[in-house]
C-alpha cells in the first residue's frame, strides 16, 4: 500500500505561480507513476499531468507550456510547477499514484484558488 500527501496549495492572483508537492511513502516499489488530477465546484475530476517511472510525462491540453510536471525518484516525490495560473485553474488538486497491480492511491486534496 502507498501513502500519498500533498502540499502547496493556496490562493493565488491570476498570472501568479504555485508549486505543489506530492510525496510518497509505504510499499514505493509498487509505483508505476504518479500524477495530479484536480476537480472543480460541480465538475469532475480530471488528470492534469503525469510522469512514469522512466520519466515520460503526459499534460491536459488545458495547462500546457504552463505546468510542468517532475520527479525526484530518491525522495519518491512529484512536483506540479503552475505558471501564469488562470481563474479556471481554480480546484482542489490531488495526488495519485499508479500501481503495479493496477491500483491507486489518492492524496487528500490540496486547494489551489485563482482570483483577484
Known amino acids: 500500500q502507498v501513502q500519498v500527501v500533498e502540499s502547496g496549495g493556496g490562493l493565488v492572483q491570476p498570472g501568479g505561480s504555485l508549486r505543489l508537492s506530492c510525496a510518497a511513502s509505504g510499499s514505493i516499489f509498487s509505483i508505476l507513476a504518479m500524477g495530479w488530477y484536480r476537480q472543480a465546484p460541480g465538475k469532475q475530476r480530471e488528470p492534469v499531468a503525469s510522469v512514469t517511472n522512466g520519466g515520460s510525462t503526459s499534460y491536459a491540453d488545458s495547462v500546457k507550456g504552463r505546468f510542468t510536471i517532475s520527479r525526484d525518484n530518491g525522495q519518491n516525490t512529484v512536483y506540479l510547477q503552475m505558471n501564469n495560473l488562470k481563474p479556471e485553474d481554480t480546484a482542489v488538486y490531488y495526488c495519485?499514484?499508479?500501481?503495479?497491480?493496477?491500483?491507486?492511491?489518492w492524496g487528500q486534496g490540496t486547494q489551489v484558488t485563482v482570483s483577484s
Open positions: 495519485n499514484v499508479l500501481l503495479r497491480n493496477g491500483g491507486l492511491s
